[in-house]
């Protein structure tokens, strides 16, 4: 069972299905996500698109690695502590949003706890 806020690699063998999504709507004011020290894959749990800067910065440490993937190639965000999110350009990527139901790469320095806010 997959759960609020887990994501999953999904193979399509035939090149062409759709995943369908379904389900209740978290109502929880926030979804809790427990995080190892490197790579781990979240989803966004609620309907509404997460930008970079919504996801609280108790939640993060120094130089933790969001890894985005747009259909051909990954995007690497690298937090900074006091800062914000920022590309390999150093462009401030705060307001980089991650599509509903798109999950998403957090490559975790500290390990510990990924909480997600509802933003409705």
Do not use: R
């Amino acid at each position: 069972l997959i759960g609020e806020g887990d994501a999953v690699w999904l193979a399509d063998s035939s090149g062409g299905a759709d995943a369908i999504m379904s389900g209740e709507v978290p109502s929880a004011d926030s979804i809790t996500n427990s995080l190892v020290v490197g790579f781990n894959m979240v989803a966004n749990p609620y309907p509404v698109a997460l930008q970079l800067g919504d996801i609280p910065t108790a939640s993060l440490t120094d130089q933790d690695v969001i890894f985005t993937w747009d259909g051909a190639t990954y995007t690497k965000y690298t937090y900074y502590a006091g800062f914000a999110w920022y590309d390999n350009a150093f462009t401030d990527s705060t307001t980089v949003e991650i599509a509903v139901g798109d999950g998403f790469w957090l490559d975790s320095a500290a390990g510990g706890s990924l909480i997600l806010d509802k933003q409705y």
